[in-house]
Nanobody, 123 residues
Framework: QVQLVESGGGLVEPGGSLRLSCEPS????????MGWYRQRPGNQRESVAT???????TYAASVKGRFTISRDNVKSAVFLQMNSLEPEDTAVYYC?????????????????WGQGTQVTVST
């Protein structure tokens, strides 16, 4: 069973920066898509940023220009550099990864999630 382990959350003042990291426990995996989601208080979990195996990225409109997602395929790791943080970015951030396999005409996708790391933006 693959477990994703996040690190890098914490308390930061508005305008500050944090860098989140996520790696699988137990060694390297060949993940396809990777990404970061967050759940703000009272809200549903939402996508923040995703990155495909070939490096294509997508961002939520609210973080575009402030956050940067990247990955290290040697370590099977994904990162989220968060700059110009705002109080509205306060949330639990979850790492996500999937492995897609094709068997005949059927495509299977196994999803993996981290346990979440708290990010609090406050004075």
């Amino acid at each position: 069973q693959v477990q994703l382990v996040e690190s890098g959350g914490g308390l930061v003042e508005p305008g500050g920066s944090l860098r989140l990291s996520c790696e699988p426990s137990g060694g390297r995996r060949s993940f396809d898509n990777m990404g970061w989601y967050r759940q703000r208080p009272g809200n549903q979990r939402e996508s923040v940023a995703t990155i495909t195996g070939d490096g294509s990225t997508t961002y939520a409109a609210s973080v575009k220009g402030r956050f940067t997602i990247s990955r290290d395929n040697v370590k099977s790791a994904v990162f989220l550099q968060m700059n110009s943080l705002e109080p509205e970015d306060t949330a639990v951030y979850y790492c996500y990864a999937d492995i897609v396999t094709n068997k005949g005409w059927t495509r299977y996708r196994n999803d993996y999630w981290g346990q979440g790391t708290q990010v609090t933006v406050s004075t």
